[in-house]
């Protein structure tokens, strides 16, 4: 017999060699017909693994993360199968599991898949997934495997398979299709009702672009019709909020090929939406202790090597700026740290002296490939609300839930109610990723779990998600169509201060290692505000849009008496504008209407005479007839509401 713990602690015995599926079963009958994946000792299995020792399980289904892992792994061995019975050249290379669906990297040769294909690769995934068949996973020796590629002429599977272990190679067979693969399969191929290819892209070979081009496949699918249906409706809707297309829309901001893929270009209104959102988070700052800094844009080398940065970033990033004197290199700032610690080290400090809170707005640069850009969400240079606080370790406590406080005031007044913190540890089977000794890793982390614990968050303890110098809380937000979203994080570090010799003079006379707190609500401007759009499809809080009232006089005669409103309105600083175009009123408002302006106000002959504005909302229509006055008070009011208290 062997003993099994669940996860709610208990301990269960069961006969050596039982499988997932059967703990399933002795469970309730309506679990084991949801079961799809099991984790066992830390590692992912299929429900008919046996298991011939004592440990833990957890069972999935397709609501948890890792069940969709498995499935959507799963349909990407269906899809290569499918597509292999069109394309029976093509070569494979991987297949995994995405955030939303899964995806397979092929090399087609002279072939090409097209949107005008889907359809018919769709109609043959379903057929192959009817036949039910199981997945198995059997070992094969690096020999064999070798052997077998190569007669395949695969150099893609033979380039993996040379950089793994005798011993650890397994095949997944289903049907009479097999590749290369770790494990963590469905049961069998019946589980998958519904696909949707949802695109083909061109992808290189292990993200080199060095390397052959491939065409990656991306697909999703489930285990119900409806809920397909439901994902192409939400698919639909994020289409009309893609932050690319609202920017562009609202003359936020704009790429341009001459100045650089990944440089966004911020456009007036664009600029003046980040001044808003800079200005917010510097008032607030400025009331919780902060003091602004500003640092270069560039560093010497030496800087990033000492802090650990060169050592992360500096092969796959913009590379060394050498200047007329020999030997002389800078680099572009990858991250605004290092400087911030040699501003602490300027001047001495006593313990009387901290908390010190450095703030910067900081641009920082870092080469991402081509393939990976997306919009503002993945861009080379990027604006961090950046700051450290160098304190003691009995102000960390303190210091660390102070600025949980200020991101939870930043999200609650931007709209962003629905969201989950994440302690972010290090990745205990790989320790030489991290920089520092045991001991301060070990306090710093649990310094985080205790403030998130007494700020009553809700959190989970991510293993291996760590940065490289320091354990983390990220909050993970849900925007309006559900999608989660990593935007603040706050970072307990013991060791830039220790590389950089940061001291302060103790009560003891002696002299002591601060610690430093990184932390960014917003994370990074251009990511922020592309969420930011998406979330509200452009509609932002009354307080920050760029424009809130648009005037529309319905002829020239009421020109003057718009513009005499634009001046009281701007008195009180709205912002307003006048439309005067020679246009009519209902073309005016639907032009209001799809650039979101919140607020118009349609002045005439009754409104000049009456000293009022007749005012429509965007979205609900007429809301009334208001005295200037009246209507300053209302916004003001509304404006208010939306912003929390800190």
Same mark, same amino acid.
């Given at each position: 017999?062997?003993?099994?713990?669940?996860?709610?602690?208990?301990?269960?015995?069961?006969?050596?060699?039982?499988?997932?599926?059967?703990?399933?079963?002795?469970?309730?009958?309506?679990?084991?017909?949801?079961?799809?994946?099991?984790?066992?000792?830390?590692?992912?299995?299929?429900?008919?693994?046996?298991?011939?020792?004592?440990?833990?399980?957890?069972?999935?289904?397709?609501?948890?993360?890792?069940?969709?892992? !498995?499935?959507?792994?799963?349909?990407? *061995?269906?899809?290569?199968? =499918?597509?292999?019975?069109?394309?029976?050249?093509?070569?494979?290379?991987?297949?995994?599991?995405?955030?939303?669906?899964?995806?397979?990297?092929?090399?087609?040769?002279?072939?090409?898949?097209?949107?005008?294909?889907? #359809?018919?690769?769709?109609?043959?995934?379903?057929?192959?997934?009817?036949?039910?068949?199981?997945?198995?996973?059997?070992?094969?020796?690096?020999?064999?495997?070798?052997?077998?590629?190569?007669?395949?002429?695969?150099?893609?599977?033979?380039?993996?398979?040379?950089?793994?272990?005798?011993?650890?190679?397994?095949?997944?067979?289903?049907?009479?299709?097999?590749?290369?693969?770790?494990?963590?399969?469905?049961?069998?191929?019946?589980?998958?009702? !519904?696909?949707?290819?949802?695109?083909? !892209?061109?992808?290189?070979?292990?993200?080199?672009?060095?390397?052959?081009?491939?065409?990656?496949?991306?697909?999703?699918?489930?285990?119900?019709?409806?809920?397909?249906?439901?994902?192409? =409706?939400? +698919?639909?809707?994020?289409?009309?909020?893609?932050?690319?297309?609202?920017?562009?829309?609202?003359?936020?901001?704009?790429?341009?090929?001459?100045?650089?893929?990944? +440089?966004?270009?911020?456009?007036?209104?664009?600029?003046? +939406?980040?001044?808003?959102?800079?200005?917010?988070?510097?008032?607030?700052?400025?009331?919780?202790?902060?003091?602004?800094?500003?640092?270069? *844009?560039?560093?010497?080398?030496?800087?990033?090597?000492?802090?650990?940065?060169?050592?992360?970033?500096?092969?796959?990033?913009?590379?060394?700026?050498? $200047?007329?004197?020999?030997?002389?290199?800078?680099?572009?700032?990858?991250?605004?740290?290092?400087?911030?610690?040699?501003?602490?080290?300027?001047?001495?400090?006593?313990?009387?002296?901290? #908390?010190?809170?450095?703030?910067?707005?900081?641009?920082?640069?870092?080469?991402?490939?081509?393939?990976?850009?997306?919009?503002?969400?993945?861009?080379?240079?990027?604006?961090?609300?950046?700051? *450290?606080?160098?304190?003691?370790?009995?102000?960390?406590?303190?210091?660390?839930?102070?600025?949980?406080?200020?991101?939870?005031?930043?999200?609650?007044?931007?709209?962003?109610?629905?969201?989950?913190?994440?302690?972010?540890?290090?990745?205990?089977?790989?320790?030489?990723?991290?920089?520092?000794?045991?001991?301060?890793?070990?306090?710093?982390?649990?310094?985080?779990?205790?403030?998130?614990?007494?700020?009553?968050?809700?959190?989970?303890?991510?293993?291996?998600?760590?940065?490289?110098?320091?354990?983390?809380?990220?909050?993970?937000?849900?925007?309006?169509?559900?999608?989660?979203?990593?935007?603040?994080?706050?970072?307990?570090?013991?060791?830039?201060?220790?590389?950089?010799?940061?001291?302060?003079?103790?009560?003891?006379?002696?002299?002591?290692?601060?610690?430093?707190? *990184?932390?960014?609500?917003?994370?990074?401007?251009?990511?922020?505000?592309?969420?930011?759009?998406?979330?509200?499809?452009?509609?932002?809080?009354?307080?920050?849009?760029?424009?809130?009232?648009?005037?529309?006089?319905?002829?020239?005669?009421?020109?003057?008496?718009?513009?005499?409103?634009?001046?009281?309105?701007?008195?009180?600083?709205?912002?307003?504008?006048?439309?005067?175009?020679?246009?009519?009123?209902?073309?005016?408002?639907?032009? =209001?209407?799809?650039?979101?302006? #919140?607020?118009?106000?349609?002045?005439?002959?009754?409104?000049?005479?009456?000293?009022?504005?007749?005012?429509?909302?965007?979205?609900?229509?007429?809301?009334? $007839?208001?005295?200037?006055?009246?209507?300053?008070?209302?916004?003001?009011?509304?404006?208010?509401?939306?912003?929390?208290?800190?």
């Amino acid at each position: 017999m062997i003993q099994i713990t669940l996860p709610d602690g208990s301990v269960k015995e069961y006969a050596k060699g039982s499988t997932p599926m059967d703990v399933a079963k002795s469970i309730s009958e309506g679990l084991a017909r949801n079961v799809i994946s099991a984790k066992y000792n830390d590692t992912t299995v299929e429900t008919t693994t046996p298991m011939t020792q004592n440990g833990s399980l957890t069972l999935y289904t397709f609501n948890d993360d890792e069940g969709k892992k !498995a499935f959507w792994h799963s349909s990407a *061995h269906v899809l290569a199968q =499918a597509i292999t019975t069109f394309y029976p050249d093509v070569k494979l290379t991987i297949g995994p599991a995405i955030d939303n669906g899964f995806y397979y990297d092929l090399d087609l040769g002279d072939d090409v898949i097209s949107e005008k294909d889907f #359809p018919a690769i769709e109609k043959k995934f379903l057929e192959l997934a009817r036949g039910k068949h199981e997945f198995k996973m059997r070992e094969v020796s690096k020999a064999d495997a070798l052997a077998k590629y190569k007669e395949e002429g695969n150099q893609y599977k033979v380039e993996l398979i040379e950089n793994l272990t005798d011993g650890d190679i397994t095949f997944c067979d289903h049907s009479d299709f097999t590749d290369l693969c770790r494990g963590g399969h469905i049961p069998n191929t019946g589980i998958i009702k !519904a696909v949707k290819i949802t695109s083909a !892209a061109g992808a290189y070979w292990r993200g080199d672009e060095k390397n052959n081009q491939l065409t990656r496949i991306y697909g999703v699918s489930f285990p119900k019709q409806k809920m397909l249906t439901e994902y192409l =409706a939400l +698919l639909e809707e994020a289409k009309k909020r893609d932050h690319r297309k609202l920017g562009k829309e609202l003359e936020l901001f704009a790429f341009s090929s001459k100045v650089g893929q990944g +440089l966004p270009l911020w456009l007036p209104k664009g600029a003046a +939406l980040r001044e808003r959102l800079e200005g917010f988070l510097k008032k607030a700052q400025k009331k919780a202790g902060y003091q602004t800094v500003m640092t270069p *844009h560039i560093g010497q080398k030496e800087l990033y090597v000492t802090s650990g940065h060169y050592a992360k970033y500096g092969e796959d990033s913009f590379q060394p700026i050498s $200047t007329p004197k020999e030997g002389e290199e800078f680099l572009l700032k990858p991250m605004n740290c290092p400087h911030h610690c040699e501003i602490f080290n300027n001047k001495p400090y006593s313990y009387k002296d901290l #908390p010190v809170r450095f703030a910067e707005f900081g641009t920082v640069y870092r080469y991402e490939q081509s393939g990976e850009l997306h919009g503002l969400t993945r861009v080379r240079g990027f604006t961090q609300d950046d700051a *450290h606080i160098f304190c003691t370790p009995d102000q960390l406590d303190e210091e660390f839930k102070n600025v949980i406080d200020l991101v939870l005031y930043v999200f609650g007044s931007l709209g962003f109610e629905d969201f989950t913190a994440q302690v972010s540890i290090r990745d205990m089977q790989n320790l030489d990723k991290y920089i520092g000794n045991v001991e301060n890793w070990e306090k710093a982390e649990q310094a985080i779990i205790n403030a998130a614990t007494d700020k009553g968050l809700d959190f989970v303890i991510e293993e291996g998600e760590a940065a490289f110098y320091g354990p983390k809380l990220d909050f993970m937000v849900k925007d309006a169509l559900g999608r989660s979203w990593q935007l603040g994080t706050i970072q307990v570090d013991y060791n830039l201060p220790e590389r950089f010799e940061l001291q302060y003079k103790g009560s003891d006379n002696q002299l002591h290692r601060p610690i430093m707190i *990184h932390r960014a609500p917003f994370g990074s401007m251009e990511r922020f505000i592309a969420v930011l759009l998406e979330h509200t499809g452009g509609k932002f809080p009354l307080w920050l849009t760029p424009e809130q009232v648009i005037l529309l006089p319905i002829s020239e005669k009421y020109q003057k008496y718009a513009e005499k409103v634009l001046h009281l309105l701007e008195n009180d600083e709205i912002r307003a504008l006048v439309d005067d175009r020679n246009e009519k009123t209902g073309r005016k408002i639907r032009d =209001a209407e799809v650039n979101k302006i #919140p607020f118009m106000l349609i002045v005439g002959e009754q409104e000049e005479k009456d000293g009022t504005v007749s005012v429509r909302k965007q979205g609900e229509g007429d809301i009334g $007839t208001f005295k200037i006055d009246e209507f300053v008070s209302f916004i003001q009011k509304e404006i208010n509401s939306t912003i929390k208290q800190f």
